[in-house]
């Protein structure tokens, strides 16, 4: 077992950023199993500072965006983790998101499904300019509203299993724009590895969005420090992403429908509940009626999310000859 880990640093420029996923683009950087990486992005909107008005085609923007790469998120990577194969699984441990000074959210502009589903297709944005309190947690719009922050990045996920570049806009198996809300600083990530080096991109930064992110944003926002450690568990193999955050055990669905979504969600617990407590499919189904919750994560990304939460010690552990369901043997 390697026992010198590293942490990386990796700057935020021309080089290091991406708005899409691509398998074929060269790693901005490698790190190894255990190591740290460190670094801070845009907003999703590629934003260099607070807009000017409220307005969302109001800049400053980053000049150097190339219009055929970068139509998606602004992301750092990919990041490539030494020795990652396909079939194997990268845990992302979260350890900080420390926002900017600023943000914005906006409701409508466009004819975009979920714009014109709220009878917001013929009526001009509603934008909102955020100023942020990262010491008190604590952020105030240009209207006076006042809001309490819970900072996470929307965007974190590893390259599909193709040549051709990839929205960063709609989640997958793969991770991505899951825009779950309780990937906080304590949780861990574990994302399916489709490719060689997994690929790992990170951002979109977020200092508050409610379940559903109704609206069709949260407060976007720059990051000015994320810290994540990444760990190659080469014997887990999941078909899709899970996390373990300080609330409980997440399973995600997507789909474009809400209801397969949901069922997507809930047979991915029921197989994480199988392998926490070595019972059959039927128990494990019957205790998650019981225990488990399912929230809309996020319904405006064309592709909608559904995640699943089994509490931290919702079911007894002495049942279990033991087992600890706040534990996860992953070998």
Not at 223 to 249: C, S
């Amino acid at each position: 077992r390697r026992m010198r880990m590293k942490t990386v640093m990796i700057p935020m420029c021309r080089d290091t950023l991406n708005g899409t996923f691509c398998r074929a683009d060269p790693p901005v950087a490698e790190l190894e199993s255990g190591d740290t990486l460190v670094c801070s992005c845009m907003d999703g909107d590629w934003h260099t500072a607070k807009p000017m008005r409220p307005e969302s085609n109001s800049g400053p923007f980053f000049e150097e965006r190339r219009t055929l790469e970068d139509w998606g998120h602004a992301l750092i990577g990919p990041i490539a983790v030494k020795g990652a194969k396909p079939g194997m699984t990268l845990a992302v441990h979260i350890l900080e998101n420390r926002p900017a000074n600023w943000g914005w959210s906006r409701v409508g502009g466009g004819k975009s499904p979920h714009v014109c589903a709220l009878g917001l297709c013929e009526k001009q944005e509603f934008f909102l300019n955020w100023d942020l309190d990262v010491k008190r947690m604590v952020g105030v719009s240009h209207l006076g509203h006042v809001v309490s922050l819970s900072p996470f990045l929307g965007v974190l996920g590893v390259a599909p299993d193709c040549d051709e570049r990839v929205s960063t806009h709609p989640p997958r198996a793969a991770g991505g724009n899951l825009d779950c809300r309780d990937l906080v600083p304590g949780s861990v990530l574990y994302l399916p590895v489709f490719c060689d080096g997994a690929l790992l991109y990170v951002g979109d930064g977020h200092a508050l969005q409610g379940q559903g992110e109704l609206g069709g944003t949260a407060i976007e926002c720059p990051m000015d420090r994320i810290e994540l450690r990444v760990e190659l568990h080469p014997d887990l193999h999941i078909n899709m992403p899970r996390a373990r955050t300080p609330k409980g055990w997440i399973t995600f669905g997507f789909d474009e429908d809400l209801t397969k979504a949901s069922y997507q969600a809930l047979n991915e617990m029921v197989q994480l509940m199988m392998e926490q407590y070595c019972v059959t499919r039927e128990e494990a189904l019957a205790l998650a009626s019981l225990v488990v919750d399912e929230y809309v994560t996020q319904i405006v990304n064309g592709v909608r999310g559904i995640h699943a939460v089994l509490p931290h010690g919702a079911i007894a552990t002495r049942l279990f000859s033991g087992v600890d369901p706040r534990s996860y043997n992953s070998k």
